[in-house]
């Protein structure tokens, strides 16, 4: 029989159940405040709760580290060494920068660290400040975290470069690890809000949402990875905006001017990569430019600190101005979702030694 102890008294060898409420308002979409946790054996919690699915453990976990870990509570190892875990699991993208590890070494080779270091402290202090008046241990206030786009925008407005496609920008450890707590937060969130609304319309395929850990974040550039790529290889805006199977020579491209790409705000990588960068491709044909080009992005994104800043601000964003963010298709919804509040209760075991 399982234990039901409260998150923050789980121990080594000890087995338990994490339950919590993400609280929110109604509309198209829901659009999360709060989260709380409860006790396991709480009777707020309703029998019909979501239960072990990945989404409600990875959001679950995530909280409670950023709570533990801010407050010292003596779990947060544990828990981080689980969310962690879970992460590596769930990352699919990691063949994608093993391919091409020679290519992203060689660009880091190029470009010079940015010095950051008083933009950087002041992120440091801010971060200190917002989780201070976000967590508590009973939970985490999602609309006071957002108090942090602000931060993040003024120090990406600090840097030399834009954030795209930036591998210069390498953060201080501390930094780094509370923007990845954050963000597992919000993401995870972000999905288990997906799932639940999925559930909301029957799992209508016309209506149903989804998440997508690399193009919901390029739709901030103008267009999924694809359309990126392609406005950087590709002839017209015909074919970008079709996705043209048709491929050209990169001296094609050219004949695209940029006032085209402007005009549909899409992001030339030829701009943002750092030079000398022809040789990263140098006698590749198209289509292998294009796949390097995709590949980069994905590492960029996932795997730098630049993009996990880039992320993490998406995330703050949609929290500030509600998941149509993500979803803008919802705003033709007439009515409300239906729903203003999650509970999850999830079954973790802790097996290893501390």
Not at 273 to 297: M, Q, V, Y
Request: contains cysteine; proline residues 4%.
């Amino acid at each position: 029989m399982m234990n039901t102890v409260p998150f923050d008294k789980l121990g080594p060898g000890q087995s338990g159940r994490l339950a919590y409420q993400v609280l929110g308002q109604d509309g198209p979409i829901m659009n999360p405040q709060n989260i709380r946790y409860l006790p396991a054996d709480s009777g707020e919690l309703p029998a019909n709760a979501m239960n072990t699915s990945a989404s409600g453990l990875t959001a679950g976990l995530a909280g409670a580290n950023l709570i533990c870990s801010f407050l010292t509570l003596g779990v947060s190892v544990y828990i981080a060494r689980q969310v962690a875990g879970l992460h590596r699991k769930m990352d699919r993208l990691q063949e994608t920068v093993d391919r091409i590890e020679r290519k992203v070494d060689y660009i880091v080779s190029k470009v010079d660290r940015i010095d950051v270091q008083v933009a950087e402290n002041n992120l440091r202090h801010a971060l200190e400040y917002v989780l201070r008046q976000a967590v508590s241990s009973e939970g985490v206030d999602l609309r006071v975290l957002t108090g942090l786009r602000d931060d993040i925008k003024k120090f990406n407005d600090s840097l030399s470069s834009s954030l795209v496609l930036n591998f210069g920008l390498r953060l201080s450890s501390d930094i780094r690890g509370r923007l990845q707590e954050i963000y597992y937060l919000l993401y995870g969130v972000r999905k288990l809000v997906a799932q639940r609304y999925n559930m909301a319309v029957g799992g209508d395929p016309e209506r149903i949402i989804t998440t997508n850990p690399t193009d919901d974040y390029f739709s901030k550039l103008g267009g999924n990875l694809d359309i990126l790529v392609s406005a950087t290889t590709t002839l017209s805006p015909v074919q970008i905006k079709l996705i043209d199977k048709k491929r050209i020579t990169k001296r094609s491209a050219s004949l695209l001017s940029e006032q085209s790409k402007k005009k549909m705000g899409l992001i030339d990588f030829d701009d943002c990569l750092p030079e000398p960068h022809d040789e990263i491709f140098e006698n590749e044909d198209i289509e292998a430019t294009e796949k390097g080009l995709s590949d980069l992005g994905c590492a960029w994104l996932h795997h730098s600190d630049a993009g996990l800043l880039f992320r993490t601000g998406a995330e703050l964003d949609a929290i500030a101005k509600g998941y149509e963010y993500f979803w803008p298709q919802l705003k033709e919804e007439a009515t409300p979702c239906g729903f203003n509040q999650i509970d999850v209760v999830t079954d973790l075991a802790l097996i290893e030694t501390v």
